[in-house]
């Protein structure tokens, strides 16, 4: 049973990226206020998509630079709130590149 | 050559202080100093020492410390240069100059330690000190708080370089969190140093040992902080006793205010541009305008990009890095506070962690914290990773990024002028004025006991004080606090004073009498003071100064004028009149001592519950009857309009299957809330507000068994409102239960139903309305039924504060009536009363107060001749109107057209903090009526902008004829006031609105005590002791008491704390120059000697005091002892010592850490001697 979820997990994993990935830009950019349940459903969503690509936690921080970069952009533009959001994404995915790599580390 | 400098420490320590110097100096030109804020507002450090050195503070009249560790190395360095060079700017310079160079000097060390090459170290050191958060912080300049910048990095850098010797460890970081205790002052910023030390444990531990070693961490840290607490324990002792008091002032609810109020504005992103604290409005100052900058922004991200970049570098066991980094995001994490992404936790550690409260200020406590553990990852990333791929395009870039950052540095202008709302720039360039210097040294040379009275009264601590052209000084009153005499102020109230009665009462018959009680000797007045957030009493600059000239000799040198009062009560007395007043509090002080005889010597109980002793002791016995007042919220409530109901929006149909559980949801709620009513009312008229929401939304006009089923539910709902509210004895919600009804009635009104669906919905609400009125909601404002509880058995009279041609009638059920009245200043007597004992009651009727405006006298407002800022508030709203077509039978029509109308007219003999109920009739169609109330002295000082003091938006009424009944409160210092009515019409098009039997009329709610006839004689003032007091220090006074023969109390004009003690001594004679005599001699007070440590210093260490039940309150904020023959052997001439116990805590925790110290020491020398000798 184990086996077979772990490997319809990983025959779908593209479509957990994808759905991952969407799942950020709806928030930043769609969503008219941080919500904790979606912040949390999307964060799980990406513990997921992590394990399931094996991806190393430095990797994870290729998305938070992506939106350091863009966040001043944003805030430049007069669009604090999706700046705001943008840095949330950064917290998360800087929070989540550490505890992977501490993770790694451990074993 | 080139290469040996760069490597040496020293050369980049002493760059950084000569650029420092070159660009602090330029402040310091043409004479000024820089001063300004919260901590740095002292130029007399002696009078700080003098004030605040002892666990009882020199402010207000007097206040229990909490943080002791205020004073310390700082300040006895401060006041040592203060005596050698008697130059205040070297001094301020010297502390600006290690406010900016120790947070740098502390980096340089850590990174130094961490064998980071000095010139890297030096840019890390730079960084710290100049990035966006750190220079605008430091701007704050208050020197208890910004060391924390210092102590941070620099216990990281003692734990690193002592961690392999425990002795030393022990001993340096002891030493230094000694020197540095005054960091600790701020209790926030006191846990985020002790999470650092923690933390730094953490991180060196993984530094050194390149794994996490668990134990070896408790250990070190265990060392660590019982190092902390043997060195600080003078300080810390003091903690547990004020522990209780001190976190009433940090409740979890202020703290949550406080967030919540924080959290409209975004910071998320600005956390990692290191700007949260940069003001958005780049007009703000010389700082905002530069960080505010479009390129700035993208720069200000270089150094998380940095740190994420040597994120990739990583190699493995560096666990150090992730461990640092953590603990940054965890930082960044609490610096956001309850702001999303879940600010839930947050809220869960102010509330259930116990003092998490304290943490009101999140990204500012926190944030020191954050840049500490940023530095930190730069100076990993630029020691370890020199061989990595663009390693030196990331210097250069950090290079640029403190380029930039600098620039405020560069020009000079990082202490900037800001912006002031409508008032001009604060500036911290400061010059004291001759007249300033006057004050303080002539209040320093007193030698006379006494506390100043401080006006204006501004309602808030930090004061804006014009400085010269449109330059303002905005902080803590330097001329408060370079004082060595407490002064009170009016935003002084503390825990256990409230000093509201004397900014309440300035203009009271007795006023004198008032500050005396308060042993206030000197009125000063700062005419250079401006509202900057208001001020508290009602009379002007100006007026005070009228009021003041008319009854106090003064002194006045340029701004300053200086109020002698000669009615003055010592801090020690004997009252020879005392009276005890039941059920009341200090706030009614004023008007007691106007009811009294004009004694000298009084003194005030007031008292909650009878205490039979006390009572025997006064010469008088006064009870307050009690009326049902209107409140705030009745005010708020009758000028609520209907538009302010909030419909909520609804999902379910009420037809649907599951609807019930909507129902069922409810009725769980509601009873959920059974053990508050009031709660439980407020969600009744909420569920029966979305019964009318769901007819709107579900229902048509012709349903009339749906609508009625959908009524009834309603009707239910309401019903069960009105008897929570019977329950709830309070008018107020059944004012709002109408105001509810009206605007149901008014949203189903809009919905066009059918005539026979309106009319079944009409009856509900006629019911509803009906039961309602029944139930009294109208209030009758001219019979006022007051009532009081009388203890004992006897005559009384009755006064009331009012006028006595506005009563009509009095009603009493009394015993009998003596014949008899009296009048005394403003109070009017309503006769001499026989009572029983127990509850009576007392009706008064007063004359309806005559209509304060004239029907006919209405002046149009020339809107051609709006001066700036008048009615500013209006004119983007208002559709010009034509003026009435006819007033003059009290009926005014407005027509709008093009021309423009507001009438207003001034409201007759205008009183400060009285009611008034305004009531006309009117109708309008197609246009909104706006009433307006406008007070003299409502508006901004500076700018004369009006600052409304009631407005009412008044809707369609379709023609009908309307009633409207309004109260009203006029601010507590306007003194006239116009009412002004206005007109609007939507899109322009022609509408018509009338008014008529417009009635303006006051609300009079006297205040009415009973004073009890022939109770005891007062004392003679010649069978009084004589009584010679001697301040010791704020902690302890002598008091030498001759003749005393009778039991008597010894007043002691002090906040009254349980920490003050009184014991009993021998006579030995006081030592020392009478400086002051009162009532011939009776009272004499032996100069002042500041004294913190004597031989006597312990003499009551091994002394019984007198007992707790001999210590009690007097006039409201005072401790007193009632002493007999007994308590003191019957002796007449004897000695009382008044001592704060807790003073004993400070000298006990001085003791061990003085011992700590001196072992510390003593182990070091031994070892230095064994070294030597082997």
Request: net charge positive; aromatic share 16%; proline share 3%.
């Amino acid at each position: 049973m184990k086996e077979r979820i772990k490997n319809f997990l990983n025959k779908h994993r593209n479509y957990f990226l994808l759905v991952a990935v969407l799942g950020i830009w709806i928030d930043i950019f769609l969503l008219k206020s941080i919500s904790d349940i979606t912040t949390l459903v999307l964060v799980v969503l990406w513990i997921l998509v992590t394990w399931l690509y094996h991806v190393r936690g430095k990797f994870l921080a290729i998305p938070a630079t992506i939106f350091l970069v863009l966040s001043p952009l944003f805030s430049n533009k007069g669009e604090e709130a999706i700046a705001d959001r943008m840095a949330v994404w950064i917290f998360i995915f800087l929070t989540l590149g550490v505890l992977r790599e501490l993770f790694c580390q451990r074993k | 050559m080139k290469k040996s400098f760069s490597r040496n420490s020293f050369f980049w320590l002493i760059l950084a202080a000569f650029f420092l110097l070159a660009v602090l100096l330029p402040y310091y030109l043409d004479g000024h100093i820089i001063l300004g804020g919260e901590g740095d507002n002292f130029i007399d450090f002696s009078a700080y020492l003098n004030n605040y050195r002892d666990t009882w503070q020199n402010i207000g009249t007097g206040f229990f410390t909490i943080s002791l560790n205020k004073i310390f190395a700082d300040i006895f360095i401060l006041v040592f240069l203060e005596k050698l060079l008697s130059n205040i700017q070297v001094i301020n310079f010297l502390v600006v100059f290690l406010i900016y160079y120790l947070p740098f000097l502390g980096m340089f060390v850590a990174s130094r330690q961490l064998k980071l090459s000095p010139p890297f170290s030096f840019l890390i050191a730079t960084f710290y000190t100049i990035n966006p958060f750190t220079i605008y912080l430091l701007t704050s300049l208050n020197h208890w708080n910004l060391a924390s910048f210092f102590v941070i990095p620099a216990f990281f850098w003692l734990i690193l370089r002592y961690y392999q010797n425990n002795f030393k460890l022990f001993f340096s970081f002891g030493f230094l969190s000694l020197l540095f205790a005054f960091v600790n002052a701020n209790p926030p910023l006191m846990v985020v140093c002790q999470i650092s030390i923690f933390t730094s444990v953490i991180i060196i531990s993984c530094y050194l040992e390149k794994r996490l070693v668990i134990k070896k961490i408790a250990t070190k840290y265990l060392l660590l902080l019982f190092s902390f607490l043997l060195f600080n324990f003078w300080w810390i002792l003091n903690w547990f006793y004020v522990v209780v008091e001190a976190r009433k002032t940090y409740t979890s609810g202020t703290a949550l205010a406080w967030l919540f109020g924080e959290q409209s504005t975004t910071i998320l992103h600005k956390i990692f541009l290191l700007k949260w604290l940069v003001p958005a409005d780049s007009s703000y100052n010389n700082l905002s305008l530069f960080y505010n900058q479009p390129f700035i922004q993208l720069l200000l991200a270089i150094p998380i990009l940095l740190v994420v970049f040597f994120f990739f570098q990583k190699r493995e066991k560096e666990k150090h890095f992730l461990i640092t980094f953590l603990f940054l995001l965890i930082a960044g994490f609490l610096m956001k506070g309850t702001r999303p992404p879940l600010g839930g936790i947050y809220i869960f550690l102010v509330k259930y962690l116990p003092f998490f409260s304290i943490f009101k200020t999140s990204a500012e406590k926190w944030g020191v914290f954050f840049v500490f553990l940023l530095s930190l990852l730069l100076i990993y990333g630029f020691r370890n990773y020199k061989k990595a791929k663009f390693f030196n395009l990331a210097r250069v870039i950090f290079i640029i990024y403190l380029f930039f950052c600098s620039y405020p540095l560069i020009t000079g202008d990082f202490i900037s002028d800001y912006k002031i709302k409508d008032l001009g720039w604060g500036s911290r360039k400061y010059q004291e004025k001759d007249e300033y210097r006057w004050l303080r040294e002539s209040l320093n040379a007193d030698k006379e006991e006494y506390r100043v009275l401080s006006l204006p009264g501004s309602f808030n601590y930090q004061v804006a004080i014009h400085m010269y052209a449109d330059k303002y000084y905005t902080g803590l009153d330097p001329l408060i606090s370079n004082t060595k005499k407490p002064f009170i102020t009016a935003y002084g109230n503390n825990a256990l004073v409230n000093f509201d009665v004397l900014f309440n009462n300035i203009s009271s018959p007795s006023y004198k009498k008032l500050l005396s009680l308060f042993n206030v000797r000197k009125v000063f007045l700062n005419r250079d003071v401006y509202p900057w957030f208001g001020f508290s009493h009602r009379e002007t600059k100006d007026e005070l100064e009228d009021r003041f000239d008319k009854d106090f000799s003064s002194e006045k040198k340029g701004s300053i004028v200086l109020y002698n009062n000669d009615q003055f009560l010592p801090r020690f007395y004997i009252p020879d009149y005392q009276i005890y007043v039941l059920d009341s509090k200090i706030n009614d002080l004023a008007q007691v001592i106007e009811l009294e005889d004009g004694r000298a010597r009084t003194t005030v109980f007031f008292r909650e519950e009878l205490e039979i002793d006390l009572v025997k002791q006064a010469n008088e016995f006064i009870i307050p009857a009690k009326t049902n007042k209107i409140t705030g919220e009745e005010l708020i409530r009758s000028t609520e309009d209907v538009e302010a109901v909030f419909f909520p929006y609804v999902k379910w149909n009420p037809d649907l299957i599951f609807y019930s559980l909507v129902l069922k949801k409810e009725q769980w709620t509601e009873k959920r809330l059974k053990d508050d009513p009031l709660a439980l009312f407020e969600k009744k008229l909420l569920h029966a507000t979305k019964r009318i929401s769901e007819i709107e939304r579900f229902f048509s006009g012709n349903e009339l068994k749906r609508l009625n089923r959908q009524m009834k539910a309603y009707h239910q709902i309401m019903k069960e409102g009105i008897e929570i509210d019977n329950k709830l004895e309070d008018k107020n919600q059944l004012l709002r239960l109408l105001l509810y009804l009206e605007a149901h009635r008014n949203k189903v009104k809009k919905l066009n139903f059918s005539l026979e669906a309106m009319s079944q919905i009409e009856i509900v609400f006629d019911e509803l309305e009906t039961e309602l009125n029944n139930l009294g909601a109208k209030r009758n404002y001219t019979q006022l039924d007051y009532n009081f509880n009388i203890p004992f058995v006897g005559e009384y009279e009755i006064m009331a504060k009012i006028d006595n041609n506005a009563i009509e009638s009095i009603e009493i059920d009394v015993d009998k009536m003596i014949p008899q009245s009296t009048e005394k200043k403003d109070w009017y007597s309503l006769g001499e009363y026989s009572f029983s004992s127990g509850e009576h009651d007392l009706v008064l009727s007063l004359k309806e107060s005559p209509n304060l405006v004239d029907s006919q006298d209405w002046d149009e407002f020339d809107i051609t001749k709006n001066k700036n800022g008048e009615l500013f508030f209006l004119n983007q709203n208002i559709i010009p109107v034509h003026f009435p077509q006819d007033c003059s039978s009290g009926s005014c029509t407005f027509f709008p057209s093009k021309e423009s109308l507001i009438i207003f007219q001034e409201i007759e003999n205008y009183q400060p903090n009285s009611i008034y109920r305004i009531e006309f009739d009117y109708s309008s169609k197609d246009a909104i009526l706006g009433l307006i109330i406008i007070q003299d002295k409502n508006r901004n000082e500076i700018t004369g902008k009006v600052i409304p003091g009631l407005t009412k938006i008044l809707p369609t009424t379709d023609e009908k004829q309307k009633h409207i009944n309004c109260l009203y409160k006029s601010s507590h210092n306007a003194s006239n006031a116009k009412l002004l009515f206005f007109s609007r019409v939507e899109d322009k098009k022609m509408g018509k609105a009338d008014v008529e039997n417009i009635k303006v009329r006051r609300i009079y709610e006297p205040e009415v005590f009973l004073k009890r006839i022939g109770t005891q004689n007062f004392s003679k003032a010649s069978q009084l002791p004589k009584v010679v007091f001697n301040k010791i220090n704020s902690t302890k006074y002598r008091v030498e008491i001759k003749g005393a023969k009778e039991p008597y109390n010894l007043v002691f004009n002090e906040s009254f704390h349980r920490g003050w003690r009184a014991y009993f001594k021998e006579i030995s004679g006081l030592d020392g120059e009478i400086v002051a005599n009162y009532f011939n001699g009776q009272i004499r007070q032996v100069v002042s000697r500041n004294i913190f440590l004597d031989r006597n210093t312990f003499e009551t260490w091994t002394k019984e005091p007198f007992s707790e039940e001999k210590h009690f309150l007097v006039n409201g904020y005072a401790n007193a002892w009632h002493i007999t023959p007994e308590d003191v052997g019957g002796i007449e001439n004897y000695e009382i010592i008044i001592e704060y116990w807790p003073q004993r805590l400070f000298y006990l925790g001085i003791g061990i850490s003085l011992m700590t110290l001196l072992s510390c020491l003593g182990y070091l020398i031994f070892n230095l001697i064994k070294k030597k000798v082997n």
